[in-house]
């Protein structure tokens, strides 16, 4: 039995987020990238709803949605 799809492609869909988002941040590292993505992710999380955060969440990539829910408890949100 294959894998899905979403699992064979999900490191190739990441190193296109993770290029994009360091080409529209003029980041000169790899290594900033990730902090710069997970902070901002920190910010929207505590930003939305309960509901708004789960629609957010579905529009992700697989890997960048693993990334958004890291870490996320039901009580940060309101």
């Known amino acids: ?6 699992w064979r492609h999900a490191s190739q869909e ?12 003029a980041l000169v590292r790899d290594n900033m990238v990730n902090p710069a993505v997970d902070g901002g992710f920190r910010v929207i999380r505590g930003r939305l709803s ?5 629609y957010f969440a579905v529009l ?4 960048v949605r693993a990334i958004f829910v890291a870490g ?7």
């Open 60 to 63: 992700l990539t697989s890997v």
């Open 50 to 54: 309960t509901q708004l955060w789960r």
């Open 72 to 78: 996320w408890q039901v009580a940060d949100t309101h």
């Open 14 to 25: 990441y190193r296109a987020t993770h290029e994009n988002v360091k080409a529209s941040t």
């Open 1 to 6: 039995m294959r894998p899905p799809c979403i």
